[in-house]
């Protein structure tokens, strides 16, 4: 039998576009296959306009893996709690202000891999939009995987072995890599961050089911090189970022409401452009589990 749904690239050849999907009934094992058949292989997944309810997420959620339920309980959807409730609102004292290039922005989050400042990231996660900014609010993914094969090849072989060493970062204005723009913190919000010890990953990670080599620089988190030099480390970090980050491995999704998008967090950064304060933003999120350790406590 043949897949029951069409498959074609998303613009600019990075991620893929589902179509034709029935996510109104059970999803039947040959077409999960299928789907993580695409899932593998192209990393970033849209499902456009296939998410109008929460049964319709997380029937499409399971076919990648166990959910995680997150442990902060007030973010859970209430009698869901394997989504997560993502708001920004007008007046909300949970969302943090910067200023970027003197521009206030909510919601921004700069390039990153989830769970990075643990030894076990998560494996993936899939975003529904449910109330979409009149402005903004944009998400953008990176194929790493893309980015370390478009390396030279003595590149490759000066970073194969190396280690990067990551934390735990809320203030944006403590970012070492890939800032592109004058950051100021305008206004923290009331939010307590918990306190992480810093990590090692591999600079180059091998995806454990592809076998697919990738580059791990999640630049929001990124401090520096393991045992070596300051200065060499920064500049060898410095050209990594820049090369992944320069818009040929990237794919930037203009949000519609009920649209979804799945990645592998093993193979991808992503980004939270952010809307101008005043401006409203739902989306709910599932995460798939991750069991496979790929950094270190240091």
């Not at 029937?59 to 869901?80: A, K, N, Q, Y």
């Not at 609102?89 to 202000?97: L, S, V, W």
């Not at 390039?111 to 998400?139: F, S």
């Not at 060493?165 to 592109?180: A, H, P, T």
Request: charged fraction near 30%; include cysteine; aromatic fraction near 8%.
């Amino acid at each position: 039998m043949g897949r029951s749904f069409d498959v074609k690239p998303l613009p600019g050849g990075v991620g893929a576009e589902v179509i034709g999907l029935d996510l109104d009934r059970p999803i039947d094992e040959e077409t999960s296959r299928a789907l993580n058949e695409v899932w593998l292989d192209a990393a970033i997944v849209l499902f456009r306009g296939m998410g109008t309810s929460s049964e319709r997420q997380l029937r499409l959620s399971r076919c990648f893996g166990e959910l995680e339920v997150h442990p902060v309980e007030s973010i859970r959807l209430e009698g869901t709690p394997e989504i997560i409730n993502l708001a920004q609102k007008k007046g909300d004292r949970q969302q943090m202000t910067f200023r970027f290039d003197g521009e206030p922005i909510v919601g921004r989050i700069p390039w990153h891999t989830d769970l990075i400042y643990t030894p076990t990231p998560n494996r993936g996660a899939i975003l529904r939009m449910v109330e979409k900014p009149a402005e903004g609010g944009q998400t953008g993914w990176i194929d790493t995987a893309a980015a370390y094969d478009a390396l030279p090849d003595e590149t490759k072989k000066r970073i194969e072995g190396l280690e990067a060493r990551f934390d735990f970062i809320w203030n944006l204005e403590e970012m070492r890599f890939g800032r592109k723009w004058n950051i100021e913190l305008e206004d923290r919000g009331n939010v307590d961050y918990p306190e992480f010890p810093d990590v090692a990953h591999p600079l180059v990670w091998t995806h454990p089911i592809s076998g697919r080599k990738s580059l791990c620089l999640s630049t929001f988190h990124l401090l520096d090189m393991v045992d070596m030099d300051k200065e060499e480390g920064d500049a060898l970090l410095a050209e990594l970022v820049d090369h992944t980050t320069d818009g040929r491995f990237t794919y930037v999704h203009d949000w519609e409401v009920s649209d979804m998008v799945l990645w592998d967090n093993w193979r991808t950064m992503h980004m939270a452009f952010g809307a101008a304060p005043g401006f409203d933003r739902v989306v709910h999120r599932t995460t798939m589990k991750g069991e496979h350790q790929t950094g270190r406590l240091l």
